[in-house]
Antibody, heavy 124, light 113 residues
Framework: QLQLQESGPGLVKPSETLSLSCTVS??????????WAWIRQPPGKGLEWIGS???????FYNPALKHRVTISIDTPKNQFSLKLISVTAADTAFYYC????????????????WGQGTLVTVSS | DIVMTQSPDSLAVSLGERATINCKSS????????????LAWYQQKAGQSPKLLIY???TRESGVPDRFSGSGSGTDFTLTISSLQAEDVAVYYC?????????FGQGTKVEIK
């Protein structure tokens, strides 16, 4: 059974860089029929797709965050990662990683399964 | 971006009764090439991550109870819980994957009356 687990600091200072990793078990990030995604959810609010990555390293980003986001993949470690620069309080959220089956639009489809999520707070 | 609007924002339903959640997209999410609607539904229980219930608007994910069903096409979609159980208390989200960026509805909170 595929499982995803987010990891990284729970507290980041304003203007610094948020860095998270997602470790995949029970499956391979090199599987050609899937993308791997990051989604976030401010506490008590809705869901926002951050971006997706393919095993080849191809990336697909939300235009709203594209100028601040880098998603990368490490196939030997079976992990993918998120970096978000110049964070502010507005970036405080639960960050989830998820698997995305390939569809018509590259990097985009439904999300299943999701990791348990990790809360990242931006505060000095 | 495609805007997804759910209604109502919350609803309270008696145990065993039907719950109906609506989702409207700002443009059609139907692919003519494969005649599939790129619309998914998720359930998020308190303190948990979202769980996929339905994809392609009406295909139930493996393991999802058959009291959950999805319907609709084009811009108007519905998630129905035919007989509400206590474990169905959650927030439900719709999501389109017709275009990038994929976008979610604001969520509908389902409670027991």
């Amino acid at each position: 059974q595929l499982q995803l687990q987010e990891s990284g600091p729970g507290l980041v200072k304003p203007s610094e860089t948020l860095s998270l990793s997602c470790t995949v078990s029970g499956g391979s990030v090199s599987n050609v029929i899937y993308y791997w995604a990051w989604i976030r959810q401010p506490p008590g609010k809705g869901l926002e797709w951050i971006g997706s990555v393919y095993y080849s390293g191809d990336t697909f980003y939300n235009p709203a965050l594209k100028h601040r986001v880098t998603i990368s993949i490490d196939t030997p470690k079976n992990q993918f990662s998120l970096k978000l620069i110049s964070v502010t309080a507005a970036d405080t959220a639960f960050y989830y990683c998820a698997r995305v089956p390939r569809g018509v639009i590259r990097g985009v489809n439904w999300f299943d399964p999701w990791g348990q999520g990790t809360l990242v707070t931006v505060s000095s | 971006d495609i805007v997804m609007t759910q209604s109502p924002d919350s609803l309270a339903v008696s145990l065993g009764e039907r719950a109906t959640i609506n989702c409207k997209s700002s443009q059609s999410v139907l692919y003519n090439s494969n005649n599939k609607n790129n619309l998914a539904w998720y359930q998020q229980k308190a303190g948990q991550s979202p769980k996929l219930l339905i994809y392609w608007a009406s295909t139930r994910e493996s393991g999802v109870p058959d009291r959950f069903s999805g319907s609709g096409s084009g811009t108007d979609f519905t998630l129905t819980i035919s007989s509400l159980q206590a474990e169905d208390v959650a927030v439900y989200y719709c999501q389109q994957s017709y275009t990038s960026p994929p976008t979610f509805g604001q969520g509908t909170k389902v409670e027991i009356k």
